[in-house]
């Protein structure tokens, strides 16, 4: 599965983006897939993920009630719609893909896309 994002860029405090992930190679719908996000400096983090159907959904404890994973399968895309940003929003954003997601490692992983939130 190859991934691709876009969507990223700079926005003030407050703003929102929505970053959209393309699938190729594979099949997406029979594809968990998720986010993960990286600031200067840290460790790579986990943002988001939803089933292969979209009926789970998982949050990291700093974005609940502010971002929303979702997907069309039909369209072979992934989304995040991030709301209320917080500078400390500011990170490297990778769309990741797999078909079985163990002990939370993924199999796929975009190249990333940068999100800019100043204050």
């Known amino acids: 599965v190859q991934l691709v994002e876009s969507g990223g860029g700079s926005v003030q405090a407050g703003g929102s983006l929505r970053l959209s992930c393309v699938a190729s190679?594979?099949?997406?719908?029979?594809?968990?897939m998720g986010w993960f996000r990286q600031a200067p400096g840290k460790d790579r983090e986990f943002v988001a993920s939803i089933s292969w159907k979209g009926g789970s959904r998982d949050y990291a404890d700093s974005v609940k009630g502010r971002f929303t994973i979702s997907r069309d399968n039909a369209k072979n895309t992934g989304y995040l719609q991030m709301d209320m940003l917080l500078p400390e929003d500011t990170a490297v954003y990778y769309c990741?893909?797999?078909?079985?997601?163990?002990?939370?490692?993924?199999?796929?992983w975009g190249q990333g896309t940068q999100v800019t939130v100043s204050s």
């Open positions: 190679g594979r099949t997406f719908s029979n594809y968990a």
């Open positions: 990741v893909a797999s078909e079985i997601v163990t002990a939370g490692q993924w199999d796929y």
